[in-house]
Every structure is written in structure tokens, then in C-alpha cells.
């Protein structure tokens, strides 16, 4: 039986006390997609009963998006594009979508200009003002880089390619603004999400599949969760529920150090402040997303609507202000460094002693993981927990008040 989520029990209100019992096989915490596609498979597979709880008040945890008053598709926490090289992981979610293929094109705006980002040989043609080649620019970059062998942190790891002036210009400023440190406190992962080319492809991603759900994340997700044996708990802290549940099996999808309640102290994360702006044109920038490394409080603006490829004489723009994780605003990024990743290999130690509870997602095994990652973690999950839970019955009795939100 699991028990660390009831350290840190909250009392739970009359209401809910004067509930209706609900029986499950597992309790999910979070309804992103590491909980969704662990209920939607449990469910229509294995025929087990899911209760989903989120505190927020929608599905589809980070990757949710609504439509604003104008009618504009916005993702609510920040541009969510989908991609992946995974056919298994893209058949998978094709069963509750269609979908609307996008080639992601990205800019960074410095110097009083926009540039070709990531890297390529068109971005050293605007550097040089004139024609180059894939010949030239090896050449360069071989003059530019520095001699590391073994990059050891994400300055390294881009410096080690393209040398200080590119790395200053495009990386160091947006870097330190993102994550609040210099890039040589992050791990070489961070920096090395982006390509870089010698070639003349702009997109951002060279993944196989890139697309967006063709009616949104939100229609996908709920069509994920229809199922007679999945339900939904909106705005609801999963404690509020444990206090007054006994349940088979906990699927945890939130930050790993809460659910400890922070015994080893905090893991850093970082947050996002979103500003919304809606204008009456059809576009307000020339790509999706520009990035500004250098001259702003921001770091990017995102104008989702040339990916959703919406057709309304509206447009609404998002500026990404990051920001520490307090205890008002979430918890997005996981901050990956070698402090931050022992202190969290303590906390993994401590989950993997904990009976009949997993965690899985991007929070509860603190790692930058894309959504696609997070799926294919949540079918792992599924498959292992059907191949060795097969025949065993551990039903929850859970309370829960008419006036909890359901999906
Ligand atoms: P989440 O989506 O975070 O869901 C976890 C849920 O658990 C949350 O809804 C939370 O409210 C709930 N929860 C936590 N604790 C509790 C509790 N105590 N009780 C009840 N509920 C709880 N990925 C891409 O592939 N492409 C992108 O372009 C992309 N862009 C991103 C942009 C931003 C700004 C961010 C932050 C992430 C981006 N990602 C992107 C990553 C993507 O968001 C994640 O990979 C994915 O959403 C992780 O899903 P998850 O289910 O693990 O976590
Ligand atoms: N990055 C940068 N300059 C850019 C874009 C990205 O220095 O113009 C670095 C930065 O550290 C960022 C990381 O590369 O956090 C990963 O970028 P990505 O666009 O993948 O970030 P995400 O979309 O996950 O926020």
C-alpha cells in the first residue's frame, strides 16, 4: 500500500466528505499525457477502473490549449509542437486524432534583425552577406571552435561546434534568461536540443512525424478519457482524495519531491510568466516563434497560429517571461545539472521503495522529456504493470462530492 502521498494529507472539505463511492484500480495523479494514456490503456485494454485527478480544472496537463475570446487556438502553458520519430508512439495517438502537419520554423531576433535559427548555412550567409557553402561553412566552424573534447556543460557542448561568437549571439543571453544561470551550469543535453546544420533546412526539428492535433490537445485528450471505465476529477489535489481512499495502485505523475514532501529539500525547477496580446491581422510576426536572445526581458514570442493554421482575422501573441518556481506559479522545467540530478537520483531511491505506487512523466522522474517521450514512458508503464499485475484485484474505494468538476 502506498503511503507517502498521506504524509502531507490536507483536511477535506464536508462536501466531499458527503460523496458518493467511487471503486478504482488506479488512482492517477495528473491528467497530462503520462496519466491519460496510462488510464486510456488500463482501461480499454485490461478493462480496469481509472480515476484521473487533476488540481487543475482541464485534461491534457502542460500541453492544454483553449480557444480565447476571439475565437484564436492558444496553448495555454507555452507552444506545445508535437513531433516524434517513434511510428508506434504516432499510430498510438492517431487513434484519438487527426492531425494538421506543420513544419516548425523558428527565428531569433537580435542585433535589429531576424536570423535563420537554428544554425545553417543560411545563417552564415546573412553573417557573411553574401553567398557560402556547405564547404565554407565547415571550414569556418573548424576556425571558430573550441578544442573540447568532452563538452561537460552546455556551453562546452555548443562552443565545442561553433565557437564563442555564434554561441554569444544566439545562446548565452537566452540561456541565462531561461534558466536563471549560465549555460555552463547546465548539462550538455540543454543546449544540444537544438540542431545545427550545414545544410539549408530551417525547420526546428529533423523528427520523422511533426504535426499538431488537427481540432487541438484538448479534443484529443478528451477523447483519450471517454471511457465507461475512466473518470475524471477536476481541481482536486489527489491528498484531498487519499484521505479517503484505499486504493490498489497509485500512478504519480506530479513533482517527485512533493510527494516526498521536500525530506531532501527542494528540486529546482523553472516557471514561465505567458503575456498575452490579441491583435485584429492575420499574422503580427513572419514564423511561429521568434526567439530574443539578447535584447529583451523575454525570451521568445510565440504566434501559435501559424502552426495551428487557423483561418480568423484574429491573431493572438504569447511573450515567455521565465521565472523561478515558487509556490504561486508551476512547476515547468526541471532544471538538469549534476547537483540537481543526484539530489533527485535520492528521491528516485526513495520511490523505488515505495510499494504499489509508479511514478512516470516529465515532473515525477525530473527530466526534460518532450511529449512524446512522456508517451512512450506512460505505454512502458502500462505494459509492466498488465504483465505483472495480471490477475490481481485490488479495487479503491474513493470519495468524492457532487461538486468536484468532472471532465
Ligand atoms: P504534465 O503535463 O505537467 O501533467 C502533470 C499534471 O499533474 C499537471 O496537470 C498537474 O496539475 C498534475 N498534478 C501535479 N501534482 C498534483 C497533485 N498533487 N494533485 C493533482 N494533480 C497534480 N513537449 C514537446 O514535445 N513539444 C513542445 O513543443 C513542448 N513545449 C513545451 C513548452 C513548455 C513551456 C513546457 C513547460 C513544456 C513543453 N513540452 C513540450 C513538454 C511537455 O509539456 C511535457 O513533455 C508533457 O506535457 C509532460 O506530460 P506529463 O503528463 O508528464 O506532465
Ligand atoms: N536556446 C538558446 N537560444 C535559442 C533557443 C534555445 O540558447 O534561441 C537554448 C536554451 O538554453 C533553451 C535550450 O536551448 O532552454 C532548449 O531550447 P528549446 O527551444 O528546445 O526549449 P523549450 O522549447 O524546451 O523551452
Redesign the pocket.
Known sequence: MFSGGCRACRAVSNELLLAMPWNCDYLI???????CVFAERMASQDGKRCII????NHIG???HDEFNSVGVLVHK???????TNSTRIWEYLSQFTDWHHVHYRILAWTGGRFWQFPINLNTIEQMLGRESSEEEMRGLLAQWRANIKSPANSEEAIVSQIGYPLFEQFYKNYTRKQWGCAARDLAPSVCRRIPIRLNRNNGYFDDTYQALPKQGYHRMFKRMVTHPNIRVILGV???ELLAHACCGHLIY???IDEYFGYCYGRLPYRS?RFEHETLECDFYQPAVQVNYPNEHDFTRIVEIKHATGQAIPWTTIVREFPQAHTSANEP??PVPNEANNALYEKYAHLARSEKRVSFI???ATYRY????Q?VGMALTEWEKARSCCRGESAPAVISVSKGVQFA
Request: zero cysteines.
Open positions: 495523479v495528473g491528467a497530462g499525457f503520462a496519466g485527478v487533476d488540481r487543475r496537463g502542460n500541453s502553458y507555452g507552444p506545445h509542437y508535437f513531433r489535489d489527489y491528498r505523475t506530479g513533482p514561465l515547468f522545467y512523466g516529465r515532473l522529456y518532450n511529449m512524446d512522456v
